[in-house]
């Protein structure tokens, strides 16, 4: 198995590889310090798992995971954090990361790279029993780990109703202008690439 580890910790960074190197069947092909480095050692390495912080100082962890997993959906991911943030797991989910584990549970760690190898999705204790309340306000907590606001979610409502701009805009008494910012900003903050994808993403979540 070969892993790719990024924290902007060294220390921690250096224990995890010491740790993994041990064993046998895994192999250390990288080490960063943020999130840009873990999007280009994902795409340099190409990892069967990247071991990753969230909180680093240039780029977050959930940011490059949601870089990597959005050119790369079957990237296998396990978040390794200190923190057991609510916005944080459902973001995690969200984008698609394969696994969440809180840095005091070193002892999970191998089990828990073995298994996301695997396929599996795995969640710490803690965490697991946070999923069931977290997903049953899945909606909710979508909207708001995207900063979308009320006016831009009778936007997006109406989009996915079929209406054109002009159509939301009176429906909404704003201008045509408005209404196109307003959806700019929705596609960029949901990295989507046009109304259509928005639509749908809108549909499956309603």
């Given at each position: 198995m070969r892993v790719v580890i990024v924290d902007d910790d060294?220390?921690?960074a250096g224990a995890l590889k010491t740790i993994?190197?041990?064993?046998e069947d895994v192999t250390v092909v990288g080490v960063g310090n943020d999130?840009?480095?873990?999007?280009?050692?994902?795409?340099?390495?190409k990892p069967d798992v990247l071991l990753m912080d969230i909180r680093m100082?240039?780029?977050?962890g959930l940011e490059a995971a949601k870089q990597i997993l959005g050119r790369a959906p079957?990237?296998?991911?396990?978040?390794?954090t200190t923190f057991s943030d609510d916005e944080y797991i459902v973001k995690a989910l969200k984008y698609g990361v394969k696994g969440y584990l809180l840095k005091q549970d070193y002892h999970s760690i191998l089990p828990?790279?073995?298994?996301?190898?695997?396929?599996?999705?795995?969640?710490?204790?803690e965490i697991m029993a946070k999923l069931p309340e977290l997903l049953k306000e899945k909606k909710s907590f979508d909207w708001?780990?995207?900063?979308?606001?009320?006016?831009e979610l009778q936007v997006i409502s109406l989009v996915a109703e079929g209406f054109s701009n002009k159509e939301i805009a009176e429906r909404l008494f704003l201008?045509?202008?408005t209404v196109r910012n307003y959806m700019s900003q929705i596609l960029d903050k949901m990295g989507l690439r046009d109304r259509t994808q928005l639509a749908v993403y809108y549909l499956n979540v309603k």
């Open positions: 060294t220390f921690v993994l190197e041990a064993e999130g840009r480095e873990a999007v280009q050692l994902y795409e340099d390495r100082k240039e780029m977050s079957k990237a296998k991911i396990l978040l390794l828990a790279l073995q298994a996301v190898h695997l396929g599996q999705s795995v969640f710490g204790t708001s780990a995207f900063d979308i606001g009320e006016k201008s045509e202008g």
